[in-house]
């Protein structure tokens, strides 16, 4: 039963390009979440979606930054014209359907460095 | 809103010995979940142990205990018979029951002694 996946682990970008960050989450669940850790610092939160549907976007940057879970296929985080304070690393986690006190299974996250 | 704050930065402890981490949050729900995730340098996020609100029994996970006082709003990590695995970062984290998002406090970094 593989756990979280996320593509690719480390991912390069100069600035102004654009970066594309995948989640696959486990095998049944329907939530995802996304968080962002800055060096030194704890996760925060970004957006939790479902399948086809932004729940909570109340943590993204309101400019450049979107994320989308499709019905089919992964969900993706995405930046656009990335500056030097993205950097960081992008942590996502999935949970199922009844969360009540379900734990978030994370994965081994995406660094993304921008130069 | 709620809030996580891990008041030690930094941490260290004998091997062998015992270590409390220490958590603080605040919150005006009465129903809600508490985590303890450790992140070692992999990076990796991997659930320490977890205490419901409605519960007073402190949860146990082998060295791993809490002590959760609801009252003081405190949930703090004990560690027993430390080993040098136990090295990382510990975070702190709140759900509230009628919210998925989890929120993590800034965490420990733990160093172990040999």
Known sequence: ????????????????????????PMKGHSHVYWYRQL?????????????ENIIDESG??????????????????RIQQVVRG??????????PLMADNSPLHFGNGTRLTVT | AQTVTQSQPEMSVQEAET??????YDTSESDYYLFWYKQPPSRQ???VIRQEAYKQQNATENRFSVNFQKAAKSFSLKISDSQLGDAAMYFCAYRGN?????????GTRLHILP
């Open chain 2, 45 to 47: 996020m991997i659930l």
């Open chain 1, 86 to 95: 993205d950097s960081a690393a992008y942590f996502c986690a999935s949970s």
């Open chain 2, 98 to 106: 009628r919210d998925d998002k989890i929120i993590f406090g800034k």
């Open chain 2, 19 to 24: 270590v409390t981490l220490s958590c603080t």
């Open chain 1, 1 to 24: 039963n593989a756990g979280v996946m996320q593509n690719p682990r480390h991912l390069v970008r100069r600035r102004g390009q654009e970066a594309r960050l995948r989640c696959s």
């Open chain 1, 60 to 77: 993204m940057p309101k400019e450049r930054f979107s994320a989308e879970f499709p019905k089919e296929g992964p969900s993706i985080l």
């Open chain 1, 39 to 51: 060096p030194e610092e704890g996760l925060k939160f970004m957006v939790y979606l479902q399948k």
